[in-house]
């Protein structure tokens, strides 16, 4: 085994340690002061000098040089109440890290005891961001705004996100597809305003329930109909509120729906939007009603750098072997090595080149049987060792390149 790779291994205690601590004690946003002051504790230990970038995302860095390689991970929750059963289950509730990030912040912390006991051996400087406020879309661009590139004079970046309930064999490191890989997303709102009323009169009222039932049907109109097949775009609803518990013989003044816009052509994003907006105006004013659509968060297609992704791939097959390195270009074939889920690291991805890795941690054999974003969700710890060695490797790799 590659002595870095067992060297990691040896750390992955550690490693998992750290996860469950991140696990047990979740945070949502932009501010997230428990678990930045919990990594800033754990760098200073190991003799790194971390510093704050936006609210609670954390720099830190390793080696000298002018050569410069940012690793990132993330590290929020999501607001979901957990059902897992895990002896380190959230400590917080309807508050769970169900999407990964708490391994993701623990692999790289990993990578950086990695990297601070083979510091001799940089050739050049290896920059560690730990990164808030990815699940709401926010987090990347707050770093930006605050000078991330600035900062770090990165000439290139890599992130690693963890999978679980894939068939694919776990510890296995998968690329997905180059350029383009991860959709753009936008999170929009739609309003609407009736007239309540008596549930016993419905010819006095103007029912916003109703209405956002028709504008949802218009939605999935918009999917089915406006925008084609091959498009590679998702329009899908999360929540829809309407009146209150124990309000069944009122009809209520106003509704709302919410959810997202995935897509991975920027002609296709603008279209939906435009089509959503005329869309909901339409069917309420058919309705009597009045309908206002909002966007709040949103972040561009993620971008997998060609030749950073082959030069990641290369680093990572060195390390674990052909068999434990998927090119799912090459296994899937190119559209399914798209992934429509979405990523604020696409932000970055867009003004430095970057490479864009996939942990599978868990298939639906070993019990895995959960994806990210549910109550249920879990990862297989015994590999995360996996990520940290990928990290570090990569980075020190590119450094020696670069030279």
Known sequence: MNQLLQRAKELNPEIVSHRRR?????????????TSAYICEQLEKMGYQPQRIGDSSILAAVGNGDKTFLLRADMDALPIHEETGLPFSSCVEGCMHACGHDCHAAMLLGAAKLLKEQESCLQG?????????????????????????????????????????SPIPAGSICFPAQNGCYASADWYRIDVSGKGGHGAMPQNTISSVNTICAVNAGIQEIMSVGIEPAANAVMTVGELHAGFAGSGNIIPDSAYLAGTIRTFDEGVREKIKASLIQMADNTAAARGANAKVTFSHSAPIAWNDPQTRAFAFRSVQNLLGERATLDLEQVLGGKFALISASEDFAYSSQKIPSAILLLAAGTPAEGYTAPGHNPKTNFNEDVLYIGSACYAAVAMDRLKENH
């Open 22 to 34: 991140f696990h047990q004690n979740p945070e949502l946003g932009l501010h997230l002061p428990k």
């Open 125 to 165: 400087k290896v920059w560690l961001f730990f990164q808030a406020g990815e699940e709401i879309l926010d987090g990347a661009k707050e770093a930006l705004d605050d000078d991330l590139l600035e900062k770090t004079h990165a000439d290139a970046a890599m992130m690693i996100h963890i999978l679980s309930g």
